[in-house]
T-cell receptor, first 111, second 118 residues
């Protein structure tokens, strides 16, 4: 079956530090890949996505590149802010329609 | 657009009671789904639907029922609540289709329903 493995957290960084959250996946076929973010007390919302190999998704300074050869979709940001503190989920979706999520990585950014 | 609306936001049940979590979306999404979120376990798919009249089981369907009589609504029923069903429940919906279609396969989530079973 499909699976998503995320870097374990929690992750604590100082403001303006560089962020990487690792994500690797196992899937049959050619999935679309996503990063969702969950702020405290809210539902998940899309952060960025990539639908085919070598695509780069980007939003709000975050980036991730779909690497088919390493089955990875690592999330990066060059300079984090306190407002980026949240839980980040890597996910995949195949044409069959079901989405598979990683366990989530909690990021705390300190001033 | 209201997006995905879940009710209630909070609910406390006693073991053995039944209840329904409501989910409605106004985006004409074909696909709707229910997840539960537990600490350290990410999101696990309970049931999903690809259109009115069509439902299927996800990863953890036991103890839950769903139906999809309209495109807009996808209620989740707990038949006989158990403490193991204490969780936060999320409803999510999306278009289904071509990868290039704008918004296709991107899930829109509700705000969640926190359920406690005593």
């Amino acid at each position: 079956g499909n699976s998503v493995t995320q870097m374990e957290g929690p992750v604590t960084l100082s403001e303006e530090a560089f962020l990487t959250i690792n994500c690797t996946y196992t899937a049959t076929g050619y999935p679309s890949l996503f990063w969702y973010v969950q702020y405290p007390g809210e539902g998940l919302q899309l952060l960025l996505k990539a639908t085919k190999a070598d695509d780069k998704g980007s939003n709000k300074g975050f980036e991730a590149t779909y690497r088919k050869e390493t089955t990875s979709f690592h999330l990066e940001k060059g300079s984090v802010q306190v407002s980026d503190s949240a839980v980040y989920f890597c996910a995949l979706r195949t044409n069959a329609g079901k989405s598979t999520f990683g366990d989530g990585t909690t990021l705390t950014v300190k001033p | 657009n209201a997006g995905v609306t879940q009710t209630p936001k909070f609910q406390v049940l006693k073991t053995g009671q039944s209840m329904t979590l409501q989910c409605a979306q106004d985006m004409n999404h074909e696909y709707m789904s229910w997840y539960r979120q537990d600490p350290g376990m990410g999101l696990r798919l309970i049931h999903y639907s690809v259109g009115a009249g069509i439902t299927d089981q996800g990863e953890v369907p036991n103890g839950y029922n769903v139906s999809r009589s309209t495109t807009e609504d996808f209620p989740l029923r707990l038949l006989s609540a158990a403490p193991s069903q204490t969780s936060v429940y999320f409803c999510a919906s999306s278009y289904v289709g071509e990868r290039g279609r704008s918004g296709a396969n991107v899930l829109t989530f509700g705000a969640g329903s926190r359920l406690t079973v005593l």
